[in-house]
């Protein structure tokens, strides 16, 4: 049973830093690649950044560029997402999404996510 459970959401001020964790379990030496995804209320969910699990390399969207940041701990199957300089439009419920099969593109195509966690940032 894979499993994937966020944590570090909270309330901020705008400008603060918050770091989001997802820790993976079950399947997890089959892990392709993993990524955050964020919905705001009354949008849509959107892809936010996402990192292959074997090679590490990275993928933002660009509204967060230069701002988040995203990271992997192989051996704890943790998956980090650090948010600088945040803004009130990153308010939204940020969801860890996890994938084993591959596909030649991260903004889309998980199998697997978490149950979210809130953000809120205040001007």
């Known amino acids: 049973q894979v499993q994937l459970v966020e944590s570090g959401g909270g309330l901020v001020q705008t400008g603060d830093s918050l770091r989001l964790s997802c820790a993976a379990s079950?399947?997890?030496?089959?892990?392709?690649?993993m990524g955050w995804f964020r919905q705001a209320p009354g949008k849509e969910r959107e892809f936010v950044a996402a990192i292959s699990w074997s090679g590490g390399s990275t993928y933002y969207a660009d509204s967060v560029k230069g701002r988040f940041t995203i990271s992997r701990d192989n051996a704890k199957y943790t998956v980090l997402l650090q948010m600088n300089s945040l803004k009130p439009e990153d308010t939204a419920v940020y969801y860890c999404a996890g994938r084993t099969i591959y596909r030649p593109f991260y903004f889309s195509g998980y199998d697997y996510w978490g149950q979210g966690t809130q953000v809120t940032v205040s001007s």
């Open positions: 079950g399947r997890t030496s089959s892990w392709h690649a």
